[in-house]
């Protein structure tokens, strides 16, 4: 079988919600904006994207 950039970009998506349940949220947004830049127009991985940032954010002032 061949892999295309749409199973790519799933793949991407996939690790960038991996690692934000790992809260290793920097490399969350780097692998969900890699997604965005393989599929732009998918608005789930945008979502995913700007949910990481909110939360990285979030955590930026709570942690020690």
Do not use: C, F, M
């Not at 996939?14 to 290793?24: A, K």
């Not at 127009?41 to 002032?61: C, D, F, K, M, T």
């Amino acid at each position: 079988t061949q892999t295309t950039t749409g199973d790519v970009s799933v793949a991407y998506n996939n690790l960038g919600w991996s690692l934000q349940q790992l809260r290793r949220y920097q490399g969350a947004i780097a692998a969900y904006q890699e997604a965005i830049r393989l599929k732009p127009e998918s608005s789930r991985y945008a979502n995913n994207l700007a949910a990481v940032r909110s939360i990285a954010s979030q955590s930026a002032g709570t942690n020690p």
